[in-house]
């Protein structure tokens, strides 16, 4: 199958590279000059484990090339990816479609006959309707038009496109299915179930699935305070609700409220489609209130467990980016908490694995350290952010010698309040 991706960036390229992966032939376009020709000299333009080594194998077996020529990328492509961001449009928090419009308006000049044009990108109910009807509108007569919602995690990137609990592929006529279902015949090997729904219910699929894992998230979340108020351990209740398996123990880690780049605006576009349809989502409604108060109260956390004031204080931050494993600090807890910290006097050193680079222009006045040894140096305070592999593997003792003060906020429950404890910290972790 030859196959062009629209839009080079966290779900494209790794959609892209692992198509390409399957044995199909990928041409990835992106208009962003730099991001392609790094790709074509190597250099990978996010961070996601993998990924360099599956780009580099499929470049080298000649099936995966990278372009900023659009038409060139599609001339010959049976199917049409559109992977370009739909980020939150200002002000009302519909998901702002720009970018997708403005990719289907060049397609359609340079499309071949009978191609199947699919969004990847997460898009509102309808959108699939508005495709088809600007294709017309552009003079184009034969093509379909389908809805392939993608459920991977950044930092787990990878493994979920190979081996996916679902592929939601929304299409109206055969030609569209049949074309789809070739694409991801490898994966019906490892048994991955492939749901043929209505475009409209595709749509949805993929809203509807953000919004309950948020709300899953700010429920724990609340539980958590609740636990910490009547002297309950959060950790246990979840272990203990998550052994049902109607309720499944994914998604019940209590933290600092949920970031990223998809649910934030995804929750939003919901509510707002929802909304318009006349049918709100009151509950939905709720989280989006429960997830922006608790980021926001994450930075009075910090300063009662350093006794109530944080002026002139030090406060090593680690992990900045939304989740591990990724370079990604779009909607970043951090990036509410360290402003917030340094309004309140403090001075605040800061250390991630991967997402400084991203992170650096949107946090001035951090002090940027290069490892979490560093970071913790004559700092008062030490708060964990984001539950890297090697900030869950830290030398406690050797943290709490290098630190002046001796509070640890555990923003992600990594640490054992005893173990913590035993090295000398005052603890404060989340529910418990
Ligand atoms: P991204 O910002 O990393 O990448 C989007 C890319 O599209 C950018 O490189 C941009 O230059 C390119 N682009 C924009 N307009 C273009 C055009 N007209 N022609 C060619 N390239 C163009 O975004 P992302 O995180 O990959 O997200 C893409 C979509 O996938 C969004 O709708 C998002 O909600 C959805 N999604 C993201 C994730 C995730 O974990 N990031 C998971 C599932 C779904």
């Given amino acids: 199958m030859r196959i062009a991706m629209i839009g080079t960036g966290y779900v494209g390229l790794v959609s892209g590279a692992c198509f390409a992966d399957f044995g199909h032939r990928v041409a990835c376009v992106d208009k962003?000059?730099?991001?392609?020709?790094?790709?074509n000299a190597g250099v990978m333009p996010i961070w996601e484990p993998g990924l360099e080594a599956l780009v580099k194998s499929n470049e080298e077996r000649g099936r995966l090339t990278f372009t900023t020529d659009l038409a060139a990328g599609v001339k010959d492509a049976e199917a049409v990816f559109i992977a370009v961001g739909t980020p939150a449009r200002r002000g009302d928090g519909h998901a702002d479609l720009t970018f997708v419009f403005e990719a289907v308006r060049e397609l359609a000049g340079v499309m071949a006959p009978g191609t199947v044009v699919v969004t990847k990108s997460t898009v509102p109910v309808g959108t699939g309707d508005r495709i088809a009807a600007i294709l017309k509108e552009e003079g184009v007569a034969d093509f379909s038009v389908a809805s392939n919602p993608e459920f991977l995690r950044e930092g787990a990137a990878i493994a979920d496109f190979k081996h996916p609990d679902r592929i939601v592929v929304g299409a109206e006529d055969s030609h569209a299915q049949e074309v789809l279902k070739e694409i991801y015949r490898p994966l019906?090997?490892?048994?991955?179930?492939?749901?043929i729904t209505g475009r409209r219910t595709a749509e949805l699929t993929k809203y509807a699935a953000n919004a309950f894992l948020a709300v899953k998230i700010s429920f724990i979340n609340e539980i958590a305070d609740l636990c910490e108020a009547v002297g309950a351990d959060v950790q246990e209740v979840a272990t203990a609700i998550g052994a049902d398996g109607r309720i499944g123990n994914k998604f019940l880690h209590p933290g600092p409220g949920y970031g990223g780049s998809c649910f934030p605006k995804d929750v939003a576009a919901l509510i707002r489609t929802a909304r318009e349809a006349r049918s709100p989502l009151?509950?939905?409604?709720?989280?989006?209130?429960?997830?922006?108060?608790?980021k926001i109260a994450m930075a009075g956390r910090v300063e009662r467990a350093a006794g109530g004031s944080l002026k002139g204080k030090t406060v090593a931050v680690l992990g900045l980016a939304f989740k591990p494993d990724t370079d990604d600090v779009?909607?970043?807890?951090?990036?509410?908490?360290?402003?917030?910290l340094q309004e309140r006097g403090a001075a605040v050193r800061a250390y991630d694995p991967h997402a400084r680079e991203n992170a650096e222009s949107l946090l001035p006045g951090a002090m940027w350290c290069e490892s979490a040894l560093e970071a913790v140096e004559a700092a008062d305070v030490t708060v964990i952010v984001t539950e890297w592999n090697e900030l869950r593997a830290l030398d406690l003792?050797?943290?709490?010698a290098a630190m002046r003060g001796d509070v640890l906020v555990d923003l992600r429950n990594i640490y054992l309040p005893a173990q913590a404890r035993a090295a000398g910290f005052t603890y404060a972790g989340i529910g418990r």
């Fill in 188 to 195: 019906f090997l490892n048994r991955a179930p492939i749901l």
């Fill in 330 to 340: 779009r909607e970043a807890p951090s990036l509410t908490l360290i402003p917030m």
């Fill in 32 to 39: 962003d000059s730099a991001k392609i020709d790094g790709l």
């Fill in 397 to 400: 003792d050797r943290v709490k």
């Fill in 282 to 294: 009151s509950l939905v409604e709720q989280v989006q209130t429960v997830n922006s108060e608790r």
